[in-house]
């Protein structure tokens, strides 16, 4: 039995050594391209490329688009803003480019199938997708009404199942693609009055990287996957006002830019800022009171304004809860008095 279980451990030790070895040659060809500048790095092609933009209609999608066009590339929008995708196409065609729109929502995942399909006989083939929409409320978690909840899921997290779905098997027949999930460093933290957002993120989070190993597993080298943490960005309608300490609001056009470069140099992560890249490990390592201490301080208010609406809606959900607190609080000095009476 002894003699069995000889080659089988020897087995063991060869695969542990092999895998070691072979981690020390990753990380040494690692630091050595990390090394190189990125001016003499090899930046891919994108001219004549169809490139999809989720949440084009304005904002960091608009930037995208714009960059995108004057590097060649044949932009689609997508939105639910119909005079927002008006003005990102009028935008690019002045200044050259071509540009296409869809009003499509993509939280309704028969209408994304329904819109690429429009999208393929019209423009062509999606070779570049860019899952950039994103919304937040900023509202503390019993605050936050279900149908908002329900929202920044849908459009953060599961509507790239249905976009990815919906481009992905012409990409694989070709071994030719790029898909970027513009997720947040909220992917990876965990922050006050943002519960439903940060959660979305860490799905979008990991969405990117089961993605990028499944295709690798199934050999499909020329498919690309690209992951985007930035940190709060400015302008774009969503974190113009947030709070935070350390480490300023990004600059939405700063943001547009690394992105870019991050798709032409087929990067598998753009942190930003990109010093971020490096501490998330110490997450692990620390007890958790600092930790805790570290994200309730760099960002003490991460909540945007609210606009009148949302807030409206907000606000009735107090009330209700109020009122239900009111009712219990009755019943219960209901019980205790008839209890009171039968004693």
């Known amino acids: 039995m002894a003699a069995q279980n000889q080659p089988s451990a020897l087995r063991s030790i060869i695969d542990i050594v092999g895998f070691?070895?072979?981690?020390?040659?990753?990380?040494?060809?690692?630091i050595i391209k990390a090394a190189i500048p990125n001016s003499y790095k090899q930046h891919k092609s994108i001219k004549n490329e169809i490139v999809l933009i989720t949440g084009g209609g304005g904002g960091l999608g608009k930037l995208l688009s714009l960059r995108l066009a004057k590097l060649g590339a044949i932009i689609v929008v997508w939105d639910v803003n119909e005079s927002g995708l008006k003005e990102t196409v009028h935008a690019v065609e002045e200044q050259g480019g071509r540009a296409y729109s869809y009003k499509c929502d993509i939280t309704n995942r028969e209408d994304v199938y329904k819109t690429a399909e429009r999208v393929a006989r019209e423009v062509g083939e999606i070779t570049i997708l860019i899952n950039n929409a994103g919304v937040v409320s900023?509202?503390?978690?019993?605050?936050?009404?279900?149908?908002?909840?329900?929202?920044?899921?849908?459009?953060?997290?599961?509507?790239?199942?249905?976009?990815?779905?919906?481009?992905?098997?012409?990409?694989?027949?070709?071994?030719?693609?790029?898909?970027i999930t513009v997720a947040s460093m909220a992917g990876h933290t965990g922050t006050k009055k943002l519960v439903d957002y940060c959660s979305s993120k860490?799905?979008?989070?990991?969405?990117?990287?089961?993605?990028?190993?499944?295709?690798?597993?199934?050999?499909?080298?020329g498919v690309k996957t690209t992951l985007v943490c930035p940190y709060f960005i400015e302008s774009t309608g969503m974190f113009g006002d947030v709070q935070s300490r350390f480490v300023g609001v990004l600059k939405s056009v700063d943001v547009a830019d690394r992105?870019?470069?991050?798709?032409?140099?087929?990067?598998?992560?753009?942190?930003?800022?990109?010093?971020?890249?490096?501490?998330?490990?110490?997450?692990?390592?620390?007890?958790?009171?600092?930790?805790?201490?570290?994200?309730?301080?760099?960002?003490?208010?991460?909540?945007?304004?609210?606009?009148q609406a949302t807030q409206r809606k907000v606000s009735t959900c107090k009330v209700e809860r109020i009122k239900a607190n009111i009712l219990n609080s009755a019943n219960d000095a209901h019980s205790i008095s008839v209890n009171e009476r039968k004693l």
């Open 20 to 30: 070691l070895l072979l981690a020390v040659a990753h990380i040494i060809y690692a």
């Open 138 to 179: 900023g509202y503390l978690l019993l605050d936050t009404p279900d149908h908002l909840i329900q929202r920044t899921f849908d459009v953060n997290a599961i509507s790239h199942f249905w976009t990815t779905k919906a481009f992905l098997p012409y990409m694989i027949q070709k071994n030719h693609g790029h898909i």
């Open 202 to 221: 860490f799905a979008a989070v990991g969405f990117d990287e089961a993605l990028r190993v499944e295709l690798e597993a199934l050999g499909i080298s």
């Open 259 to 307: 992105i870019v470069k991050g798709i032409l140099l087929e990067e598998i992560y753009v942190f930003m800022p990109s010093i971020f890249r490096y501490t998330f490990w110490t997450k692990w390592i620390f007890p958790w009171a600092i930790v805790s201490m570290y994200l309730r301080n760099i960002v003490p208010d991460a909540a945007p304004r609210p606009t």
